[in-house]
């Protein structure tokens, strides 16, 4: 594919993408020390968003499974990459101890500034040919449910104005806007950031740069009079090769989830027990008492101030605890700041997954 072509798809899947990217195979990063998500704490929330993401995907959360969900193109793509690899641990299991179905996929590239803010008939009639596979869902089924997600959320514009296009385009179908990161719902977190578009991050500020066409190119196809990026679909830049690394990455990172060397933070929409199984059975035996103690103990020590790499891959961390007084106190905190405790089991495993 060249920077010229469109995706055939909405549905391509990202090993499709990745070949086409691919600077560097998924086994070789598994080798080489983490080099966009650096800091450990950092995976573990990623990893308990995507979970809490699955549980609403698969019905866990609410007892209603979707039947398809469209990733907005292009930062939200890797939390599909998230998604799929942690669907066959994380997701609900049927009767025979089988992960449910994960629902179909689609990816969007609602661009604001290409495809402007209107709902037009004209702009349904194209999401309608471009999105086929929604229109099979209709037919097949009575009153289908689709999540349309965006990686972060700070007004919720974006994704609300995605939500409206498709709910225009498909009238019979219930459309839900949702933000893996909310930052209206979790105010204390990173602000406006995740660590693929970290703008100080120089050498891979690049990492998702899926510009659909340059505004030459897209100019070009205007006067020869075909239908521009209203496509709705993101290009990949093959020259490139941040995302190759991060998708390796997003591999690793589930894998060290299944194999005990980075803490699993469950869903809170799952149920107690369930959350205290699985908090067992991922972190080396630990009751939910000292998990909740070991996750407050790494946000402390390696939790970053927004818009700023205090943990790299040259400073892998953690802060000690005068550091990580001292960053308490730039972010404004008004009362005592207080190291968390950890007990002896916790510390060994802390330890023991080269934490401290």
Same mark, same amino acid.
């Given at each position: 594919?060249?920077?010229?072509?469109?995706?055939?798809?909405?549905?391509? /899947? $990202?090993?499709?993408?990745?070949?086409?990217?691919?600077? +560097?195979?998924?086994?070789?990063?598994?080798?080489?020390?983490?080099?966009?998500?650096?800091?450990?704490?950092?995976?573990?929330?990623?990893?308990?968003?995507?979970?809490?993401?699955?549980?609403?995907?698969?019905?866990?959360?609410?007892?209603?499974?979707?039947?398809?969900?469209?990733?907005?193109?292009?930062?939200?793509?890797? +939390?599909?990459?998230?998604?799929?690899?942690?669907?066959?641990?994380?997701?609900?299991?049927?009767? /025979?101890?089988?992960?449910?179905?994960?629902?179909?996929?689609?990816?969007?590239?609602?661009?604001?500034?290409?495809?402007?803010?209107?709902?037009?008939?004209?702009?349904?009639?194209?999401?309608?040919?471009?999105?086929?596979?929604?229109?099979?869902?209709?037919?097949?089924?009575?009153?289908?449910?689709?999540?349309?997600?965006?990686?972060?959320? #700070?007004?919720?514009?974006?994704?609300? #104005?995605?939500?409206?296009?498709?709910?225009?385009?498909?009238?019979?179908?219930?459309?839900?806007?949702?933000?893996?990161?909310?930052?209206?719902? #979790?105010?204390?977190?990173?602000?406006?950031? #995740?660590?693929?578009?970290?703008?100080?991050?120089?050498?891979?500020?690049?990492?998702?740069?899926?510009?659909?066409?340059?505004?030459?190119?897209?100019?070009?196809?205007?006067?020869?009079?075909?239908?521009? $990026?209203?496509?709705?679909?993101?290009?990949?830049? $093959?020259?490139?090769?941040?995302?190759?690394?991060?998708?390796?990455?997003?591999?690793?990172?589930?894998?060290?989830?299944?194999?005990?060397?980075?803490?699993?933070?469950?869903?809170?929409?799952?149920?107690?027990?369930?959350?205290?199984?699985?908090?067992?059975?991922?972190?080396?035996?630990?009751?939910?008492? /000292?998990?909740?103690?070991?996750?407050?103990?790494?946000?402390?020590?390696?939790?970053?101030?927004?818009?700023?790499?205090?943990?790299?891959?040259?400073?892998?961390?953690?802060?000690?605890?005068?550091?990580?007084?001292?960053?308490?106190?730039?972010?404004?905190?008004?009362?005592?700041?207080?190291?968390?405790?950890?007990?002896?089991?916790?510390?060994?495993?802390?330890?023991?997954?080269?934490?401290?």
């Amino acid at each position: 594919m060249t920077s010229h072509e469109l995706p055939k798809s909405p549905e391509q /899947q $990202p090993k499709e993408l990745l070949r086409q990217l691919g600077k +560097v195979p998924t086994h070789e990063v598994a080798k080489r020390p983490y080099d966009i998500l650096t800091n450990p704490y950092e995976r573990m929330y990623y990893a308990h968003l995507t979970d809490r993401l699955i549980t609403i995907l698969d019905g866990t959360a609410d007892g209603k499974p979707y039947d398809a969900v469209v990733y907005l193109d292009s930062s939200a793509r890797p +939390v599909s990459w998230m998604v799929s690899e942690m669907w066959d641990f994380a997701a609900r299991k049927d009767e /025979q101890g089988n992960p449910v179905a994960k629902p179909k996929t689609f990816f969007s590239n609602m661009d604001a500034r290409r495809n402007g803010t209107d709902i037009t008939e004209a702009t349904s009639e194209r999401l309608r040919e471009v999105y086929s596979g929604l229109s099979d869902l209709q037919s097949n089924k009575e009153a289908p449910k689709v999540l349309v997600v965006d990686e972060i959320a #700070v007004s919720g514009d974006t994704v609300d #104005v995605a939500r409206k296009r498709f709910e225009a385009a498909f009238p019979g179908i219930s459309f839900r806007g949702y933000a893996w990161k909310d930052e209206q719902a #979790v105010p204390d977190t990173r602000r406006d950031n #995740v660590r693929w578009y970290e703008r100080s991050n120089h050498r891979y500020k690049a990492v998702l740069d899926w510009q659909e066409l340059t505004d030459k190119e897209h100019q070009k196809l205007v006067k020869r009079g075909i239908e521009p $990026p209203g496509a709705f679909l993101a290009t990949p830049n $093959p020259n490139q090769f941040g995302a190759g690394i991060l998708r390796g990455e997003i591999t690793r990172l589930v894998n060290d989830v299944k194999t005990g060397n980075l803490p699993f933070w469950p869903s809170n929409e799952r149920d107690i027990d369930q959350m205290e199984e699985m908090i067992s059975k991922y972190n080396a035996g630990l009751s939910g008492r /000292q998990f909740r103690d070991m996750r407050e103990w790494m946000k402390f020590h390696y939790s970053p101030t927004p818009r700023a790499n205090l943990i790299t891959s040259d400073t892998t961390g953690p802060l000690t605890d005068k550091q990580a007084i001292m960053h308490s106190e730039e972010k404004g905190s008004t009362t005592q700041v207080r190291v968390p405790k950890i007990d002896a089991e916790t510390e060994a495993l802390i330890r023991k997954l080269g934490l401290l």
